[in-house]
């Protein structure tokens, strides 16, 4: 940024080194400086620090560039963003997060300062905005999960499989294990690994087979016993639709809960996680009208039935009257919470991604039951048009053949994965994630036109 | 102001035992109660559940506070009362009509650990 | 429970006569987007001319949900006034005053914003090439560097999502380091009392044990006590966790001796970065002898809140713990490269992603927020190496100011030098049965947001005031002002006070119902009418 930056000297001061009304975000004049100061007693603001032990205190500059203007600012991001230096390439990779269409009405909500610039709901009064469009967003979850309640949110997909296996490790009183299946995201499965060590949960990988669960290595599990959870995908990593029939009543018998990690765009169309007995839904909410901003943020869902709702991590709004009698909404059932429960609490988190959980709120308000549906039959048709003209060229074949798949699948090629992947950079696609040696996964949704498939199936025809 | 009952055994955490022959009620104090201000929820153990002296054994929630139950004797839990998972509120109406677990005793001898109720009502003078 | 029918859609419902000046003094909006939805409405709209030989009817019927989501059908124009008309219920620090004791509430800058919404940076996909997105990949490790020059320490993740999330990635640090280094039974958190909730929390997720360390009546560390515990159980303590300037908004005025014996003992010190704003310009957390901490972009570094979230809460450690931190981590291939210009082709690769580190620890999916990580940089190119400085002191004149302007009306229990916040324990005149959460409401009605209340927990009727370095005198003695107002009403109208607030789109609400029976969907609301 050297060639951006501009010299300037420190600001001329009579209060150590603190100027009055030099900088746009610092409102304070000489003239105010000093009356404050006055009316605290003290000469200087570093007066202020003198509680601070000298051998602590900072007395240099510190390594940073100089300030920028806003011009300088924005030529610098302007550069950044230059194709040179990040391109925007047709994206058929998905692996977690997708290039989905938002209409244009989203961002421009979103960026209201009322939902952006304000904090926390606590103070229900004055915050009814925000209350409000979770209650919806919590409504829109269940709907789509088929669970009863949903949370106000989370981080992201991972940390919120991570917390429902906690979630599921509370919850059983003589369990040994949680069992999760080889088909989740290894991305997740990491967050899951990471969390689980230090938390104290031992967890048991189930073997995939097929690109699926193997139902034989899970009933074979199941039947020893002390399973507190059962953690699967759907679709699963590889993108099939996994049949999962059987398995709650199995997990339900020894009282485990059986979790599913979801994609909520695909709950248009597939069985709900509600449908297959699950007691937890979990995953990325970023395919329903979240840019994918190199993949952050986005929005951890959690969803769970009646019965499990003060086992939920994180917060949740509830519906109330006002002393006038008014219907409205309030945080609510704050007892399970780090900031009354300290370390009883069910997690440890104490926030959620309410303005990612409004991007969903919106975008399913305007997609509403056509518009979902119309995203998942374009995404899938999409996949399955690119599919089978890939396998036409001869070059590729199903990793997992005979497997349902929603909108991505994974192709083996027959030469050198890398070079191809280089030169469909080259020509501006992302086309796909390589997931093993020769293993390409690709994602097609409703943003994909039937030119650009054709043209990297073009691409790809090497 | 709060209430106290006599012919209790109190526990510090402010839970009360009412002995009747083998077994005992278990609740909290109408002091507790006070305390917590309006009980939104209990979370109670199961028929069958062991509950350990000095050990908790379920949770007492209100809407701004949550306070986990300890057990003040040990014993197998023969009934909940299940009247206070539809109105929890009851803990409010009266603490001391509205027990939470009824225990099998495992061992009487615990409950000389407990304090009668001139010591409990010191114990929250205090 | 009330009715709620379509003759209220587009009502507004009346309120109480004017009692004071709040800017929320106008309307409910009521409505569930639900509420609003008609068969047939449709807001968004998709191109048609697609290959549809493939629909999810080939699914087998066994994979496909039986019924459709109930999801809401409107038009655009209903969807864009139903979430206009919303907002109007909210309050942000765009709309006013915002003293939430803790959060620093500070100005997020439009231009951050702008930058944030850039369309390369929004469409980049998190598995692209390095190759193919060195300019954010220099965002992401140039916001590394300044956050580590801007606390004192070595190396910095991004990874976490928030402070809380920060604090357990921070806490599996040290844990990583303890069972790499000798792997002993270090599995105790020393945990000052005055702690925020979150700390003892993230310990127990983390599978450590919370020792309490005692407070002075001061609010400060009680040094005898740490010392006591230390001596007892010093072999198993992992970390100390501690905010400074503390929950108070007090300096530790002996964190050099704490951070010296804890580290005598083997544990490492943990800084919860919650109260960093106070610091910047005056103290770096490294300096004091802080191993590892959080920060979080969106207090100290002025990215939005958001209503809740996101926001991030990278975590950085000093040198020697750097191969704990979790993995993706953004490196810098050849440091001679011209720092910071646009590579000049593809072939020069100056940033890229490593996933190689000694404890492979991993806290999501893929980089973080990177988002809000754009605005954090954004802000800190803005203020620059003479601006930043200034951060620190501003808060701290300004918190200053109002302690002492305020203190006749309102009880300060700890005298002395506050930081960036101070806490008064009610009013003064406690006979007239006015309480924190009565001050606290009616200064709703007043066009302000409340301080935090009843935290910390050292005093019943806490009421903790963190003003920022971003608002101007005027601001803040028109708060003062009706600070003192409300000390007055609270003597000479206790019953206005006790009841507001009177000029918001709600009055106080029924949490004890929104407990009993949860209502947390629409579903439910409508089976329960």
């Not at chain 1, 699926?212 to 639709?241: F, H, K, M, T, W």
Request: net charge negative; aromatic share 8%; proline share 5%.
């Amino acid at each position: 940024m050297n060639n951006n930056q501009t010299t300037r000297q420190p600001l001329p001061s009579l209060t150590g080194g603190v100027g009055g009304g030099s900088f746009k975000y610092f409102p304070h004049t000489s003239e105010d400086l000093q009356e404050m100061l006055q009316a605290c007693g003290v000469s200087s603001v570093h007066d202020l620090f003198a509680d601070v032990p000298e051998a602590a205190r900072f007395q240099r500059d510190y390594n940073l560039p100089d300030a920028l203007s806003e011009t300088d600012l924005r030529l610098f991001f302007e550069q950044l963003t230059s194709p040179l230096a990040t391109q925007q390439l047709i994206c058929f990779a998905g692996a977690g997060c997708y290039d989905h269409y938002a209409p244009s009405v989203v961002q421009n909500l979103i960026e209201r300062s009322e939902f952006l610039t304000s904090y926390t709901p606590y103070q229900a009064e004055i915050s009814q905005g925000t209350l409000h469009y979770i209650f919806e967003y919590q409504s829109m979850i269940a709907e789509l999960t088929g669970l009863d309640i949903s949370n106000a949110s989370m981080y992201d997909g991972a940390t919120a499989t991570a917390e429902a296996v906690m979630m599921a490790w509370s919850n059983a009183k003589k369990a040994t294990r949680v069992l999760v299946s080889e088909t989740l995201d290894p991305k997740v499965r990491r967050v899951v690994d990471t969390y689980a060590h230090f938390h104290g949960v031992p967890l048991q990988l189930i073997p995939a087979k097929d690109g699926a669960l193997d139902r034989d290595a899970l009933d074979r599990e199941l039947s020893e016993g002390g399973v507190a959870g059962v953690i699967v995908q759907q679709p699963n990593y590889y993108g099939i639709v996994e049949d999962y029939t059987g398995v709650a009543e199995k997990v339900h018998e020894q009282k485990g809960i059986f979790v599913i990690n979801a994609n909520p765009s695909d709950l248009a169309i597939l069985k709900t996680p509600g449908e297959w007995g699950a007691d937890v839904a979990v995953g990325e909410g970023q395919s329903l009208g979240i840019p994918m901003t190199f993949g952050g943020p986005g929005v951890g869902f959690m969803a769970c039935t009646e019965k499990l709702i003060r086992k939920m991590p994180g917060r949740i709004v509830g519906q109330t009257l006002d002393n006038r009698g008014q219907r409205c909404f309030v945080l609510t059932l704050q007892a399970r919470e780090q900031h009354i429960r300290r370390q009883k609490a069910t997690s440890n988190i104490c926030s959620n991604q309410s303005l990612m959980a409004l991007y969903v709120t919106i975008y399913l308000s305007l997609m509403g039951k056509e518009g979902l549906r119309e995203v998942a039959e374009m995404s899938y048709a999409g996949a399955h048009t690119l599919c089978d003209k890939l396998i036409a060229t001869g070059h590729f074949r199903l990793t997992f053949p005979d497997k349902p798949f929603f909108n991505e699948f994974c192709l083996d090629y027959d030469g050198d994965l890398d070079a191809l992947l280089a030169e469909a950079t080259e020509c501006g696609y992302l086309a796909g994630v390589k997931v093993g040696e020769k293993t390409l996964m690709l994602a097609v949704t409703e943003q994909r036109t039937p030119e650009e498939i054709e043209e990297l199936c073009e691409i790809l025809n090497k | 102001m709060a209430t106290f009952e006599s012919g209790l055994r109190y526990s510090e955490s402010h839970e009360y035992v009412r002995v009747e022959g083998e077994f005992g009620y278990i609740g909290i104090s109408d002091y507790a109660q006070h305390a917590l201000g309006n009980v939104v929820y209990v979370d109670m153990p199961e028929v069958d559940d062991e509950v350990t002296a000095g050990e908790e054994f379920g949770a007492v929630e209100s809407v701004k506070a949550a306070s986990d139950l300890i057990a003040p004797v040990s014993g197998t839990v023969v009934e909940v009362n299940e009247a206070l998972e539809d109105e929890p509120e009851l803990l409010n109406k009266d603490a001391f009509a509205n027990w939470i677990i009824k225990v099998q005793l495992s061992d009487p001898a615990e409950l000389d650990n407990l304090m009668d109720v001139e010591a409990y009502k010191a114990h929250c003078e205090n | 429970m009330e009715e709620f029918t379509t003759s209220q859609i587009h009502s507004t419902l009346p309120l109480e006569g004017e009692r004071g000046g709040g800017l929320l003094g106008r309307r409910l909006y009521g409505n569930l987007i639900f509420e609003l939805s008609k068969k047939g409405r449709k807001g968004y709209s998709l191109p048609q001319d697609y290959d549809r030989t493939h629909t999810t009817a080939e699914l087998p019927a066994a994979l496909r949900r039986t019924e459709a989501a109930r999801l809401p059908e409107c038009d655009e124009l209903t969807v864009v006034r139903h979430y206009t008309n919303l907002s109007h219920n909210n309050f942000g620090v765009n709309d006013g005053f915002y003293p939430l004791g803790s959060c620093t509430m500070k100005y997020n800058p439009v231009i951050n914003e702008e930058i944030a919404a850039m369309r390369a940076f929004a469409a980049l996909h998190p598995l692209q090439p390095a190759e193919t997105c060195q300019g954010a990949l220099e965002v992401y490790y140039n916001l590394q560097q300044s956050l580590a020059e801007l606390a004192g320490l070595s190396e910095f993740t991004l990874n976490p999502c928030a402070g809380a999330h920060g604090e357990l990635t921070g806490l599996m640090v040290i844990r990583a380091y303890h069972e790499a280094t000798a792997p002993s039974h270090r599995t105790k958190v020393l945990i000052p009392d005055s702690a925020h909730g979150t700390n003892p929390a993230s310990a127990a997720v983390c599978g450590l044990e919370v020792v309490e360390v005692k407070s002075l009546p001061d609010g400060t560390v009680d040094v005898d006590h740490l010392r006591e515990l230390l001596s007892e159980i010093g072999p198993q303590v992992a970390a100390m966790m501690m905010t400074n300037p503390n929950t108070l908004g007090i300096f530790e005025p002996r964190v050099l001796e704490i951070t010296k014996m804890v580290h005598e003992a083997g544990g490492l010190m943990y800084y919860d970065g919650a109260n960093l704003n106070a610091l910047l310009g005056e103290c770096r957390p490294g300096d004091m002898g802080f191993d590892v901490m959080h920060i979080n972009l969106h207090k100290t570094f002025s990215t939005p809140h958001g209503g809740g979230g996101p926001g991030s809460g990278p975590v950085g450690v000093r040198k020697g713990l750097e191969q704990f931190l979790p993995t993706p981590r953004v490196v810098m291939e050849n440091k001679e490269i011209g720092k910071g210009e646009a590579p000049a082709s593809s072939n020069s690769l100056i940033f890229t992603i490593s996933h190689s580190q000694s404890a492979p620890l991993s806290v999501g999916s893929f980089f973080g927020n990177f988002g809000v990580m754009l605005k954090a940089y954004a802000y800190i190119l803005s203020l620059g190496r003479e601006h930043v400085k200034q951060v620190g002191p501003l808060a701290t004149l300004n918190a200053n100011y109002i302690k002492e302007r305020l203190r006749d009306d309102y009880l300060l229990p700890i005298q002395g030098l506050c930081k960036h916040e101070v806490v008064f324990d009610g009013l003064v005149d406690k006979s007239t049965g006015v309480t924190t959460m009565d001050v606290a409401k009616r200064l709703l009605d007043y066009g302000y947001h409340a301080p935090t209340i009843y935290f910390p927990l050292l005093f019943h009727e806490s009421l903790m005031i963190e003003p920022t370095e971003n608002e101007s005198k005027e601001t803040i003695d028109a708060f003062i002002d009706v600070m003192h107002r409300i000390a007055q009403e609270a003597k000479t109208d206790p019953e206005l006070v006790k009841t507001a607030p009177h000029n918001t789109p709600i009055g106080r609400v029924d949490d004890v119902l929104a407990a009993k029976q949860p209502v947390t969907t629409y579903w439910k609301s409508v089976e329960s009418r």
